[in-house]
């Protein structure tokens, strides 16, 4: 994931370094994540499914029909709308908002 993702800042290690806790990143997944780090993930994960964009069935024959790149979620996550310029979302997506 690159630094320029909408979703860098959902990088497990960056808990790890803001704690100040040494970790091997290629062994991240080999570790047990502390709970205030799940209940982070929790609340990520409550409030993405929580997003208007999931109850719009409309989108499910246009947006989210077939299968989609990287790239053209990325630009969805980041701006709100598709490569084609059609809104999806009110606003872009703000990890700080999602797990606070």
Known sequence: MTMDSPLAGLH???YFVMQGTPFDENRLFQYRFPE???D???RLV???SGLPLWVN???SSTVFGGKQTYDYW???FASGRTPSNQIVMAE???LMK???
Do not use: D
């Open 12 to 14: 497990q290690s960056n």
């Open 36 to 38: 205030p780090l799940w």
């Open 40 to 42: 982070r993930i929790k």
């Open 46 to 48: 409550e409030n993405l």
């Open 57 to 59: 069935t409309s989108l």
């Open 74 to 76: 990325r630009t969805i």
């Open 92 to 94: 872009p997506i703000h």
């Open 98 to 100: 999602l797990i606070a």
